[in-house]
């Protein structure tokens, strides 16, 4: 069973800065991180493709950067300069063939 475990979120002034951690069961070439508010979906943040390229929400193009391993396991949201908005719960995701996976969402408040 695949299993995606995130980690990092927490509480942040505006204009600070946090890292957000996913690791999963396995290595996956696409990942993907999503944001969600109370009552609006899940919005893309930041992904890799199949092909590893990367693509990025317009809401956070120049202030967020997704990274990952070499194993392909762990992948990374560094987010920077960040603002009230960018409060959510933020979700990892992996895609395979079959199937998409997620994990349980992890906090971020941006708050003075």
């Known amino acids: 069973q695949v299993q995606l475990v995130e980690s990092g979120g927490g509480l942040v002034q505006p204009g600070g800065s946090l890292r957000l951690s996913c690791t999963a069961s396995?290595?996956?070439?696409?990942m993907r991180w999503h944001h969600q508010t109370p009552g609006n979906a899940r919005e893309l943040v930041a992904a890799?493709?199949?092909?590893?390229?990367?693509n990025y929400g317009d809401s956070v193009k120049c202030r967020f950067t997704i990274s990952r391993n070499n194993a392909k396991t762990t992948t990374y949201l560094q987010m920077n300069s960040l603002k009230p908005e960018d409060t959510a719960v933020y979700y990892c995701?992996?895609?395979?063939?079959?199937?998409?996976?997620w994990g349980q969402g992890t906090q971020v408040t941006v708050s003075s």
């Open positions: 890799y493709n199949y092909a590893g390229n990367i």
């Open positions: 396995r290595a996956f070439d696409v």
């Open positions: 995701s992996a895609v395979d063939s079959l199937n998409s996976y």
